[in-house]
């Protein structure tokens, strides 16, 4: 507040409103030849009623308050207190108002019906779409008031009489508690020194495959499309850099003399926007240009009215888009002369060729020279700059023309697939979803058993988990320190996974007035990452949100959406006997000499001789629910904050430690979780040159340590099927196997359950390679007798590189249903069958566990 300021602060504000303030300000008064201001929508103006003391007459003013930067302004030079520009008006309104006594003094905004309509019925042919929207922008400033803010402090009488003065109806006045202030005035409280409150500073990285480009751009521009014919690039905003990838891209096609044409769509550029310069310069230096530049951006009409005008007066060839449809799709193509003809280069993203908000937007842009994709999108600048009506498109969904039939069929068949007993599962992430033959058939999905995750920053129609329609549904909101922008779309499709990236939501306006663009992706690498990322938000507990069958989000840090049941213990379920020798000495590492650094380990029944070795361990838990319906988890960590890098915990031991106590060490320290080994997986080998043995043993969880903010380390719970993806290489072979075996068990499991069996305890106790392990079947049902006998997973598989879809698949075994714990990637695995021992005295083998005929 004003008044709690100093002598001192107060002196310095009056300073800074006579010199930055003061001549800005023209106060408008209203009387007979005065009529009522135009008043600017958004504007903050005040309204002051003067006395004129010579004449004992009041007069009403009206002026705006200068739209300068900042909006709040610190009062010293701590910068810890602030005070809005509104606020050190009225304190020296005198100034203004000189001779004249203050009487009432009141802010308040308006806002107008600023949207700019463009369609059929309002542009003729005849016209030039660049000076239709300049006069609409002009006349935009008198467009009618929608709305009226005002202070709790403003009299009825006074708010009325602006409220007329605009043709207001009295619903449309909204009465402010406290001061008219948005999020975006706060923008410079943020420089504030408290590091405490503050995020990191942010340095996008450069793409490792770019690296070193840009020092090279003078001497061989072409070299970033070398880059590009050796594969597909995906480039990742803003964790990677805006300027050293995509601004890059341009620029070298600018200056490279084997370029002949460049074809780009600008729809949000920012101000300044370097990709115009390069434009420009591209078409001074002689190469065939071509601009399509949105004029209907939503507030950035002028902007890029004052673009194109650049544009034009450079030499390029300009156009404006399509009346009745906004050119929302990011596509640049740059066409070079070589060796073997003509080659065209693609850049498609997911956000705008903005380098501001490439630094705060998550986005994706794939760089490729796919001859049918950049074929595709020559097509599409064909259709957009000329009179082509293309309606089929290789490899791209373009909407309006092919996108929304599209998804909607592979909707379809996801849902065809679960209802066949197929891998079936849809994962999105996009902005909105309001499109009803969209949500129409993912509820019909749904039904149908398909497993669906939407990942959506704005709008959604979607309810999850309501019964009978919705269950197989869940809706993820992801709020941190990026505006989530990214579109990616995923269709399991029983195995042949579908990936796409693109500009589209899944709403009216971009399928069906927009013209969007939404890439296949073939790298598998790319596929990869893209599904880490997917994985990601559907497994954070620090920024996410779930949306709850009542429409309302629930923080998942908060847990506030329980399981109904208790998770189920691992060991009671198993009966894993807890014996101190259930490692073999046999399977330990022989060190060969006391001088040498070479360790003797079994891998594959042979005797392999490494560098070095050490112990980790994969902690499991299961889930709440029943055995049979839920996934088992894994625990994995990473080596930093902020790293993607997810593993199991591991490292080497400490002298006369076991193996065993050391793996327990690590998942102690790393994991922060304590329990206790029931198995292992054997040695595994790693590293470049296969130098390096660990031996990898499975944790049951039972307890789950506090884990300090400060600590280094991230740790998360992973359902198994989506641990295979986020872990490495290394990871991957270990993780495949706890997958396949842990899946086959569940599995056999549910059965026996159904089959409500009165089962006799069973124990049999194994021995093989010193592993001890004793199985006891817990699933019994009281009111009837019936033995099962349980056989050992064998340990002999013809093949040791095999992929996940080659594994055991109950359907395919007529022995139950299909499980939905497939990997989306097809990973292979070197591990030997052997690395399988541990696990294979504790689960059931499926294909000796043939479920009964119906006849039974």
């Excluded at 929508?41 to 009403?60: A, D, W």
């Excluded at 495959?209 to 970033?224: A, M, N, V």
């Excluded at 066949?420 to 033959?437: M, P, S």
């Excluded at 046999?586 to 000499?593: G, L, M, P, Q, W």
């Amino acid at each position: 507040r004003y008044r709690d300021l100093t002598e001192d602060q107060r002196d310095t504000m009056r300073e800074y409103f006579r010199k930055k303030l003061f001549p800005l300000i023209t106060p408008l008064s209203v009387d007979q030849t005065h009529p009522f201001p135009l008043l600017q929508s958004h504007g903050i103006y005040l309204v002051v009623v003067v006395l004129n003391p010579e004449t004992s007459k009041t007069r009403r003013l009206y002026f705006r308050i200068p739209n300068v930067k900042p909006r709040a302004l610190p009062v010293d030079e701590t910068r810890l207190k602030y005070i809005s520009v509104e606020h050190i008006c009225l304190a020296n309104i005198d100034m203004i108002c000189e001779g004249m006594e203050l009487l009432k003094a009141y802010p308040f905004r308006v806002t107008r019906n600023v949207k700019l309509e463009i369609d059929d019925t309002s542009f003729g042919d005849s016209d030039n779409l660049l000076d239709f929207v300049w006069e609409e922008v002009h006349r935009r400033r008198s467009a009618p008031a929608t709305r009226l803010e005002v202070t709790k402090t403003m009299p009825a009488d006074m708010r009325v009489l602006i409220q007329k003065e605009l043709y207001l109806d009295e619903i449309d006045v909204y009465i402010i508690p406290s001061n008219l202030l948005g999020l975006a005035d706060f923008f410079s409280v943020s420089f504030a020194p408290l590091p405490d409150l503050q995020y990191r500073p942010h340095e996008p990285s450069v793409p490792k495959r770019l690296i070193g480009l840009e020092e090279k751009l003078h001497e061989d521009p072409g070299k970033i499309f070398t880059v590009i014919r050796k594969g597909d690039l995906l480039v990742d905003y803003p964790t990677m850099s805006f300027n050293q990838s995509s601004l890059l891209f341009l620029r070298a096609a600018a200056r490279d003399p084997k370029v002949q044409a460049i074809k780009c769509v600008l729809y949000r550029g920012g101000p300044d926007s370097p990709l115009v310069a390069s434009l420009i310069r591209a078409a001074k230096s002689g190469k065939e240009v071509s601009v399509l530049v949105e004029l209907k951006a939503s507030f950035d009409e002028v902007q890029n009215s004052t673009y194109a005008r650049q544009l034009q007066d450079a030499g390029c060839n300009v156009s404006y888009g399509l009346v009745g449809l906004k050119t929302h799709s990011k596509i640049m193509a740059v066409v070079r002369a070589e060796e073997n003809g003509f080659r065209a280069y693609c850049q498609i993203a997911t956000g705008n060729f903005n380098p501001s908000t490439a630094k705060i937007y998550t986005d994706l842009a794939l760089f490729t020279c796919r001859e049918d994709i950049c074929l595709d999108v020559l097509d599409l600048f064909n259709a957009l700059t000329g009179f082509s009506r293309k309606r089929r498109y290789r490899r791209l969904l373009v909407a309006p023309v092919n996108m929304l039939d599209s998804f909607i069929q592979m909707i379809d068949r996801e849902a065809e697939n679960a209802r066949k007993g197929l891998a079936a599962r849809i994962i999105v992430q996009i902005n909105g979803l309001t499109e009803v033959d969209v949500v129409s058939h993912l509820y019909a999905a749904s039904q149908a058993g398909v497993r669906i995750d939407i990942i959506c920053r704005g709008l959604c129609a979607i309810r999850p988990g309501l019964p009978g329609k919705s269950e197989n549904i869940r809706v993820f909101s992801w709020i941190g320190r990026f505006l989530q922008h990214r579109r990616i779309f995923y269709f399991h499709n029983n195995g042949d996974e579908h990936f796409f990236i693109g500009s589209a939501d899944l709403r009216n306006r971009n399928l069906n007035g927009r013209v969007e663009v939404v890439v296949p992706i073939d790298d598998e690498k790319i596929r990869r990452k893209l599904y880490k990322m997917l994985i990601f938000f559907l497994t954070d507990r620090e920024n996410t949100w779930e949306m709850a069958s009542d429409g309302r989000y629930y923080f998942r840090k908060a847990c506030a959406i329980p399981d109904p049941a208790p998770a189920p213990d691992l060991g009671s379920v198993l009966s894993i006997k807890d014996d101190e020798e259930l490692v073999s000495k046999e399977n330990d590492a022989i060190k060969i000499s006391g001088w040498k650094n070479e360790w003797s380990v079994m891998i594959d029944g042979s005797s392999v001789v490494v560098n070095s070795v050490s112990y980790g361990c994969v902690p499991i838990r299961l889930k709440a629910g029943a055995v049979g319906d839920k996934e088992p988890e894994v625990l994995l960590v990473t080596p930093s904050k902020g790293s993607d890098d997810w593993n199991f915990p591991q490292g080497g031991e400490v002298e006369g430690e076991s193996n065993r106590d050391s793996s327990k060490r690590h998942a102690e320290v790393n994991a922060g979780v304590t329990g206790r080994i029931i198995g292992s997986l054997g040695w595994f080998l790693s590293g470049k040159e296969k130098q390096h043995a660990i031996e990898v043993f499975i944790l049951e969880t039972k307890k789950e340590l506090d884990w300090a903010e400060e600590f280094v380390r991230e740790r998360q719970w992973f359902p198994l099927s989506d641990a295979l993806t986020l872990s490495d290489d290394a990871s991957n072979e270990i993780l495949e196997k706890v997958l396949s075996t842990l899946s086959n068990w569940f599995q056999m499991s549910k059965r026996e359950s159904s089959q409500k069996d009165d089962t006799s305890n069973n124990n049999s106790v194994h021995h093989e390679n010193g592993l001890q392990t004793e199985i006891v079947d817990t699933m019994v049902d009281k009111n009837e007798s019936a033995s099962a006998e349980m056989s050992a997973v064998s340990a002999e598989n013809e093949s040791t590189d095999y992929r996940v879809e080659e594994m055991v698949n109950p359907v395919e075994n007529g022995t139950g249903p299909a499980t939905l714990l497939e990997s989306p990637l097809k990973m292979k695995s070197s591990a030997s069958s052997e690395s399988l021992q541990g696990l294979s005295h504790i689960l059931p083998n499926l294909e000796q566990h043939q479920q009964p005929s119906d006849s039974t």
